[in-house]
Nanobody
Framework: DVQLQASGGGLVQPGGSLRLSCAASGFTFGTSTMSWVRQAPGKRREWVSTIVISDDLPTYANSVKGRFTTSRDIAKNTLSLQMNALNSEDTAMYYC?????RGQGTQVTVSS
């Protein structure tokens, strides 16, 4: 079974940083395409970033470009999202996604 477990969220002040991780299992991570998506209360789900794991060339939504960095560790089947210069608009539940699987998310709250 596909399992995706995101972690690393928390409360951070505006301008701060967080690093999210996603532990993946149940599929061939090294040949997959993985994404980060987020959803804030009362808002639609928003795409954040996608990476073709074998190519290691992530793409980003305009809202996070230049602030967020997606990376992967194939040996550990882990996807990461480094988030810098966070602001209140980044407050959301963050999920890693493989095809239609999203798994359990991790909450990021940006507040002073």
């Amino acid at each position: 079974d596909v399992q995706l477990q995101a972690s690393g969220g928390g409360l951070v002040q505006p301008g701060g940083s967080l690093r999210l991780s996603c532990a993946a299992s149940g599929f061939t991570f090294g040949t997959s395409t993985m994404s980060w998506v987020r959803q804030a209360p009362g808002k639609r789900r928003e795409w954040v970033s996608t990476i073709v794991i074998s190519d290691d060339l992530p793409t980003y939504a305009n809202s996070v470009k230049g602030r967020f960095t997606t990376s992967r560790d194939i040996a550990k089947n882990t996807l990461s999202l480094q988030m810098n210069a966070l602001n209140s608009e980044d407050t959301a539940m963050y999920y890693c996604q493989y095809r239609t699987w999203r798994g359990q998310g991790t909450q990021v709250t940006v507040s002073s």
